[in-house]
């Protein structure tokens, strides 16, 4: 009878010693991504140097800081809209815009949908917004919002080159 | 026998107004639901903390199923109609009042918009309303929670960003909450209600 006993309470305390074990292990183990690796969340300052990309434009200002009071007068609720960059940034953005001015509100694109979207998104809260006629090449220089926009493939942001941006 | 006759004109003026009194309010309040209208909270996803939470439930920012459903939204001052996008798991299910969209829930286009219509709070949605936007949180370089489709701004202009303090949308706010939406203004953003916390 002892000898049952002590059986019972061997066995007993294994598979609570198992369990045990399994939950510990359980607990440790990554959480399941199904969409990936999260990108973000901070977003990576692109600048698609080399590439041509649509220019949506909300003004052209003489000096950064009448450009920057710009800016902050324009309202995109509570997020970000346009960027204050350089036009000399961009190759053949003087020559579109036609009025002078050495800085510009700007957020860049590489895809026509991605552009059309931001028109509309600033057309809701009633700002300004352009797109240049022709790609402009980019130098380089300040972030002008790049990425901000829908990859074609569904799953996420647009983060590369695309064909019709590569020159 | 003149007390009697005052008295059985009480009791009838009363048998008379009290059905009327009872009964009115409350076809007033269920006229949405006369029309078929149920707060139905079928298949809510649940809340996400964090930005890795938001991901795992909601995909990427920007991905396809962010803009997937739309809805539109009077706004009660100006007369605007608003059209916005938002995630499929947060509306679209076939209801008596919303139309088979793809949706997974029925949250937000039938339950949150329905319950509002339904408690008379449309006054308080006032212009400004908008949705999903692959755009980054104001003067950051973080993906706001508009990106995922899962927030919305509501009377905008009135309740804007910045202000720490609700005219309007603080009629509505628990209706937003008791359906797992969290309301910004705990971060001064009171147009701003989100699907996820900390973040």
Known sequence: MKRRHAIVAGLAAGVMASAGVL???????????????????????????????????????????????????????????????????FQGFRQQVGEPGEFALVSVFRTEEGANAFVELAAAFGNEASILPERVRSLGGLYAGLGQEANPDGLGPLLGPVMESLP | MRKGSRGDKVVRSLGIALPIAIVLPLIAAFHWGQ????????????????????VNRFGQPCNAEARAISMRWKAADNGVTYWFSFHRKLGGRPTAMVSDKGGRSTNLDNDVYGHIQNAHL????????????????RNSNEWSTHAFGIAIDVSSAEDYMGKCTSTVNKRHAPIWQNHNWYWGLAFCDPMHFQYATNY
């Open chain 1, 23 to 89: 939950a510990a292990a359980a607990r440790t183990a990554p959480n399941p991504q199904p969409y990936g690796r999260p990108i973000g969340p901070a977003m990576a300052s692109d600048t698609g140097a080399g590439e041509l990309l649509i220019a949506v434009v909300g003004g052209v200002f003489d000096d950064r800081r009448e450009a920057e009071a710009a800016n902050e007068a324009v309202s995109f609720g509570d997020l970000q809209g346009y960027y204050v960059v350089p036009i000399a940034q």
């Open chain 2, 35 to 54: 029309l078929g209208w149920r707060d139905l909270h079928a298949n809510y996803p649940s809340r996400p903390s964090g930005y890795t939470q938001i």
């Open chain 2, 122 to 137: 449309q006054p308080y949605v006032e212009h400004g309303i908008y949705g999903y936007a692959c755009r980054a949180k």
